[in-house]
């Protein structure tokens, strides 16, 4: 259904989208089109039967009665709301833009007419009643004539709108007069400088200051101002247009700020419409112009040519000296002209643009390329794009809006019909019409019908707010029905067993505020104990059932002190009894009363006895006990923990000792050093005896303490018993110079790895910048002289563009001044992995290689180029550099891993 409704003055709506009153309406038969009034390609509606259209809630048995009903709703004058209708005759204009330059000897195009007006300073602004709006440009004596097709609006400049070629129909061309400038409409100033016998106009100009601020500007009117000198030189009259830089000029006026522009004995352009009139023979050549097109007829003795914008052909008839031809080839694809006939022929195997005339129908298949995306538009309304695309294996139905990208299409596929949308709420399959009555077995249903037939049912969703079920709901329980859920659990109804409700999940009955009555002459609850959902002790009273939870709270918050207070007495507690906070469960403690004594319990937190300020007293102590971390943390002040008497005669190994006891078994003892790794220190007198730092006593030599620093003896002595310290530490330090040997051997003839990791997170993404992904600092002294091997693995997703994988070095941790020593360009825009390994000689501060731009995995496959040769001081800090760049931001370039090796010279 087409529903149309007027809105306002100026706008209608067509199913509920607004439009413009710009819409002319054509009745061909018993059918209706509407189309722009301004653009007849901009069809809103195609042809369709007057029965498909309601008109403000109406319908109409013929199109003549729907026509008279569209006609003032689509279409008035007033919808650009610049007046009431009676305002609305056009007024047209002309804006006169003076020489167009260079005055090349070629005819203006509508290419330099658009240019023109966008390199304007200002502007040019049209209104709704300027139509028609003609721009006039001069070249060499000829003006010309274009009618502007933009319409309405601020055209050019850089504030304007942007106007184009295809805006601009040249409609006159014809030698320009002194009328043509002199015109009020023109906007141009005439200066006059009189006569001037030698023609020197430059000299006239410059003889007094000329104000030319305002020139190419619009005036109050819009016309564009231009600035005229004229003189006379034997009795013409000249004139020369000033066509510099707008400003004011005090004598400066250069050749190139004017040009001549006509005089009064231009003669008029001879056309073919003056040869019709006068006689109809040409006296010199006629030349005839289409309005519409632009081109230019011009007929001569020896034949006629064709002329449009820069472009010329020229046909030719010699003389005629008896019977003769012309003869013009078979047309091809860069003829210009051909016959109508061969024309003719050559588009029979095309489709007409106006489409096949009624009994002319196609009578083959329409074929067409797989090989893209094929399209049937229809004509675009609204920024919206109507077609059928035909792809290699399927085609589809599209409506797209070409704004906010949304679409929705059809496209059958082997099995069925797809239907998809983008569009904010999506209705997916339409109709227009009530389809109820008509609809058989195998059709689909609307929502209508489907309404209708489930109105008398309770919907499987449940009933909606505010229309409830009124009847009562009656089950047929001559056997048992139920109500069953997905889950498991049932209500069901049985003629003799009565109403049973079951549930695998349990059985919730909530009844609020009113409470739950349960009534019978036999009621039980069997199988599981009775409970509450939720605590309910406030509304507890004297006959109320209690919960275990009740009970358990009334016996943890009686007190000990309350047992003490009710009459009993402490002495006669029998039972061992035992004190815990928070029932228990967040107890951190207990302090246990028995026969065995008093036990205090301590968990994760562990013990804390205070003994205020008096102190601890603890009598009878007989082991303290570390917990799971075995330790022991006392914290004391002042003295820490002290004997109160001397216990010594009762220590044992296991006892701890006091500052007396240790001060008596050692005195002043004196550092001495290690010995096998144990500090040492020497006793007093001359006893054997030192002291090792695990506390223990041990003998030594007394060889040691009088040995005097001796000479080495150059072996490697075995350590013993009575081995002299001196030669001990020759010992071992002849071992040490022997394994400082072996490592030196080691450096000459093995690899030495300076870097090796694996990456998971260095990546470089949306970005085509050059991008250091990693720096490894390489300490001065550690390269000498030999081979520096660099390998790396990295990984691109995405397959938009190529990557680059670049090496450099740098005294810095910066691209800015490295020099780079290796590239490696991968070969396809698809490849997820690339390796990069290179080896380089380093020899008298000097890196060389392969040349740095090689673009292959191993630098060797490709020689071709000067060799890397490039300074590098090996006895300052390094920076090796690994980068990268992509070439689409649409890429991810991950390094996945770097290892760094050298390998020194050997001799």
């Known amino acids: 259904m087409i529903i149309i409704n007027n809105l306002n003055e100026s706008r209608f709506t067509l199913n509920g989208v607004q439009y413009f009153k710009n819409y002319l309406t054509r009745v061909a038969g018993s059918n209706l089109s509407i189309y722009n009034a301004y653009n007849t390609c901009d069809v809103l509606v195609p042809f369709s039967s007057h029965e498909r259209f309601q008109v403000n809630g109406s319908l109409f048995e013929a199109v003549e009665e729907l026509q008279a009903a569209l006609v003032g709703i689509c279409y008035t004058r ?44 200002e502007p040019v602004t049209i209104s709704a009643k300027d139509s028609p709006v003609n721009f006039t440009f001069t070249r060499e004596g000829k003006m010309y004539g274009f009618e502007f097709l933009g319409g309405k609006g601020v055209w050019g400049s850089a504030s304007g709108s942007e106007v184009f070629p295809h805006q601009f129909l040249l409609k006159t061309l014809y030698d320009i007069t002194p009328e043509d400038i002199t015109r009020e409409t023109s906007g141009a100033s005439i200066i006059s400088l009189g006569e001037i016998p030698d023609g020197n106009f430059l000299a006239a100009a410059n003889s007094s200051q000329r104000d030319f601020s305002n020139s190419g500007m619009a005036d109050e009117n819009g016309t564009i101002k231009s600035y005229y000198f004229t003189y006379t030189n034997d009795s013409v009259l000249n004139f020369v247009q000033f066509v510099g830089e707008a400003g004011v000029y005090n004598g400066n006026i250069t050749p190139d700020d004017l040009v001549s522009s006509t005089n009064s004995k231009a003669s008029p352009i001879i056309d073919y419409e003056s ?81 096949t005339a009624d009994g002319n129908p196609i009578t083959g298949n329409i074929a067409l390329t797989g090989i893209n995306t094929v399209k049937i538009i229809s004509t675009t309304l609204d920024n919206q794009e109507r077609s059928i695309n035909f792809f290699d294996d399927a085609f589809t139905i599209l409506v ?68 409830p079920v009124t009847g009562d709901i009656v089950m047929d329980a001559t056997n048992t029905i139920g109500l069953k859920a997905n889950v498991a659990g049932e209500i069901t109804f049985d003629n003799t067993q009565g109403i049973a409700i079951s549930s695998d999940e349990g059985i919730k009955i909530d009844s609020r505020a009113g409470g739950l009555i349960i009534s019978g002459t036999s009621t039980t609850i069997e199988n599981s104990p009775l409970g509450y959902a939720e605590d309910l002790s406030s509304n507890y009273n004297e006959r109320s059932l209690v919960d275990k939870a009740y009970v358990d709270n009334i016996a943890a918050n009686i007190t000990f002190q309350e047992v003490l207070e009710a009459g009993s007495e402490a002495v006669l507690i029998s039972s061992p009894v035992t004190i815990q906070t928070d029932n228990g469960i967040n107890a951190k403690g207990s302090i246990g009363l028995n026969n065995s004594g008093v036990s205090i319990g301590g968990q994760s937190g562990g013990v804390s006895i205070s003994g205020g300020s008096n102190g601890l007293v603890l009598n009878q102590l007989n082991s303290i006990s570390a917990g799971n971390t075995a330790d022991i943390i006392v914290t004391a002040a002042n003295g820490g923990i002290k004997y109160s008497n001397n216990p010594i005669e009762g220590y044992t190994n296991r006892s701890l000792v006091d500052k007396e006891y240790v001060d008596n078994l050692v005195t002043s003892g004196t550092g001495f050093g290690f010995w096998n790794n144990t500090e040492i220190s020497w006793l007093e007198g001359s006893s054997e005896e030192i002291l090792l730092a695990d506390g223990t006593l041990a ?38 110079n022997t394994a400082n040997s072996y490592i030196e051997e080691l450096e000459n003839k093995t690899t030495q790895i ?19 992904l990693t720096s490894v600092l390489i300490n001065a002294g550690t390269l000498q002289e030999g081979v520096l091997q660099i390998a790396a693995l ?101 390094q996945k891993s770097l290892k760094i090796t050298f390998e020194k010279f050997t001799a």
């Not at 007024?91 to 330099?112: A, K």
């Not at 003998?699 to 001196?726: K, M, P």
Request: proline fraction near 4%; hydrophobic fraction near 35%; glycine fraction near 8%.
């Open 699 to 736: 003998n030594i030599c007394e060889t040691v303490r009088s040995q005097q620093i001796g000479e080495n003896t150059g072996s490697d002595t075995t350590v013993i018993a009575t081995t002299s310290l001196q030669s001990a530490v020759w010992s071992l330090q002849e071992q040490l």
């Open 78 to 121: 007033n919808t650009l709301n610049e007046g009431s209708p009676a305002d609305q005759n056009n007024i047209g204009r002309v804006l006169s833009f003076g020489e167009l330059l260079p005055q090349n000897g070629l005819y203006i195009t509508r290419e330099e007419a658009s240019a023109k007006i966008n390199s304007l300073a």
């Open 275 to 355: 040869v019709l009139q006068y006689g109809k023979v040409a006296v010199s050549p006629a030349r005839h112009q289409d309005r519409l097109t632009g081109m230019i007829t011009e007929f001569n003795g020896s034949g006629f040519q064709s002329i449009k914008n820069e472009a010329a052909q020229t046909f030719k008839i010699a003389d005629p000296t008896g019977n003769h031809e012309v003869v013009f080839p078979p047309a091809n694809q860069n003829d210009s002209i051909v016959y109508a006939s061969q024309l003719q022929n050559e588009v029979n195997n095309y489709l007409p643009l106006a489409g």
């Open 794 to 894: 990295f990984e691109k997703t995405g397959s938009a563009g190529n990557a680059y994988h670049r090496i450099y070095v740098n005294t810095v941790d910066s691209l800015t001044g490295a020099v780079r020593i290796a590239s490696l360009n991968s070969t396809s825009n698809a490849r997820p992995f690339t390796a990069f390994c290179r080896d380089f000689l380093l020899r008298n501060n000097t890196i060389y290689g392969f040349p740095e731009l090689t673009s292959s995995f191993d630098g060797v496959t490709d020689s071709v180029g000067t060799p890397l040769n490039a300074a590098l001081n090996i006895s300052q800090n390094i920076y090796i550099i690994i980068a990268g760049v992509l070439q689409n931001t649409d890429d991810t370039l991950h």
């Open 400 to 467: 797209k809006d070409n704004v906010s990208g949304g679409f929705s299409q059809l496209s059958p596929v082997n099995g069925g019909i797809i239907i998809s949308s983008t569009f904010e709420n999506p209705r997916g399959l339409i109709g227009e019409q009530d389809f109820t009555f008509n609809i058989g077995d195998l059709d689909y249903t609307q929502k209508k019908y489907v309404d209708e037939l489930v109105s008398t049912n309770i919907p499987l969703a449940g009933t909606e707010t505010g229309n």
């Open 754 to 772: 300076l870097f090796n990791k694996a990456y998971s997170n260095i990546q470089l993404t949306g970005n085509t910048s050059e991008t250091i």
